[in-house]
């Protein structure tokens, strides 16, 4: 039953953001764990391309460089899945900015962007996919979304990233509501909180060896996150472990929630 549970055997899967980082690292999980094939997609051509050509080691992985920001980039990758595939079983929306700025100092640009990326783009890509996501799913094999939010929609600090924070917990609502919607499609809707992890957002911190430390202490469990963290959550809301679970928001956190 184990094997079975966790399984990612015979599933398609889309991760947006998906050459470094979290989007990497959920990328490799679904791939050993068996998925058919992983496409990822982000903005810089060439990173795209060198991360599904390390990442084939474990399975197969395509790149689809583009900018899902857009409209003409939603568009163009909807195309590019339909010419490759007849459905979909798995999208991860990870794709995210932030705009650190002090109170006061916030640029309308700024705020716009990351609402775009961060909101925006997830409810149209996911409105876009949502007939190729449907066609294969059913009661027995659902076919499942995730969100990735973030524990800064969660609590009151938005450390100077006011727009990312509100970003975030926009994207646990737009999880609630389309997990209402599509529930009886066989469509599963989640959304990951991530806490602190390593990543190009959070170098600022991981490459001041004393502001690392002292963040490091402010977590109860007294560690960042690390790859295997956030592919085993991601692996068991794709598979049929995670089968009766929909709507929710799952903070992985070491929990650091808890205590701001």
Same mark, same amino acid.
């Given at each position: 039953?184990? #094997?079975?549970?966790? *399984? =990612?055997?015979?599933?398609?899967?889309?991760?947006?953001?998906?050459?470094? &980082?979290?989007?990497?690292? =959920?990328?490799?999980?679904?791939?050993?764990? &068996?998925?058919?094939?992983?496409?990822?997609?982000?903005?810089?051509? #060439?990173?795209?391309?060198?991360?599904?050509?390390?990442?084939?080691?474990?399975? #197969?992985?395509?790149?689809?460089?583009?900018?899902?920001?857009?409209?003409?980039?939603?568009?163009?990758?909807?195309? %590019?899945? !339909?010419?490759?595939? *007849?459905?979909?079983?798995?999208?991860? !929306? !990870?794709?995210?900015?932030? /705009?650190?700025?002090?109170?006061?100092q916030v640029p309308e640009k700024g705020w716009d962007k990351v609402m775009d990326v961060n909101v925006k783009?997830?409810?149209?890509?996911?409105?876009?996919?949502?007939?190729?996501?449907?066609? +294969?799913?059913?009661?027995?094999?659902?076919?499942?979304?995730?969100?990735?939010?973030?524990?800064?929609?969660?609590? &009151?600090?938005? @450390?100077? +990233?006011?727009?990312?924070?509100?970003?975030? %917990?926009?994207?646990?609502?737009?999880?609630?509501?389309?997990?209402?919607? @599509?529930?009886?499609?066989?469509?599963?809707?989640?959304?990951?909180?991530?806490?602190?992890?390593?990543?190009? =957002?959070?170098?600022?911190?991981?490459?001041?060896?004393?502001?690392?430390?002292?963040?490091?202490?402010?977590?109860?469990?007294?560690? /960042?996150?690390?790859?295997?963290?956030?592919?085993?959550?991601?692996? =068991? @809301?794709?598979?049929?472990?995670?089968?009766?679970?929909?709507?929710?928001?799952?903070?992985?956190? &070491?929990?650091?929630?808890?205590?701001?």
């Open positions: 039953m184990f #094997e079975q549970l966790f *399984s =990612m055997q015979g599933k398609v899967c889309v991760i947006t953001g998906g050459s470094r &980082g979290l989007g990497s690292y =959920m990328a490799q999980g679904f791939l050993e764990a &068996g998925a058919k094939r992983v496409y990822i997609t982000a903005r810089k051509v #060439e990173a795209c391309i060198e991360a599904a050509q390390a990442l084939s080691q474990y399975g #197969e992985c395509v790149a689809l460089p583009g900018d899902v920001a857009t409209a003409e980039g939603i568009s163009a990758l909807v195309q %590019a899945l !339909n010419e490759r595939e *007849s459905h979909i079983d798995v999208l991860v !929306n !990870n794709a995210g900015a932030g /705009w650190g700025a002090p109170f006061g783009s997830p409810f149209f890509l996911t409105q876009a996919l949502a007939p190729m996501l449907k066609k +294969n799913a059913s009661p027995e094999q659902n076919a499942c979304i995730i969100n990735i939010g973030s524990i800064a929609g969660m609590v &009151g600090s938005a @450390l100077d +990233n006011f727009s990312y924070a509100t970003s975030k %917990a926009a994207i646990h609502q737009l999880t609630r509501v389309l997990a209402t919607e @599509l529930a009886g499609d066989h469509v599963r809707v989640n959304a990951i909180a991530p806490g602190r992890f390593y990543s190009k =957002m959070t170098e600022f911190l991981s490459a001041d060896q004393e502001a690392f430390e002292q963040d490091r202490q402010g977590i109860p469990m007294h560690r /960042w996150g690390e790859p295997k963290d956030i592919a085993g959550v991601a692996i =068991m @809301l794709a598979s049929q472990a995670g089968g009766f679970i929909t709507g929710q928001i799952i903070a992985v956190d &070491g929990g650091t929630s808890l205590i701001h």
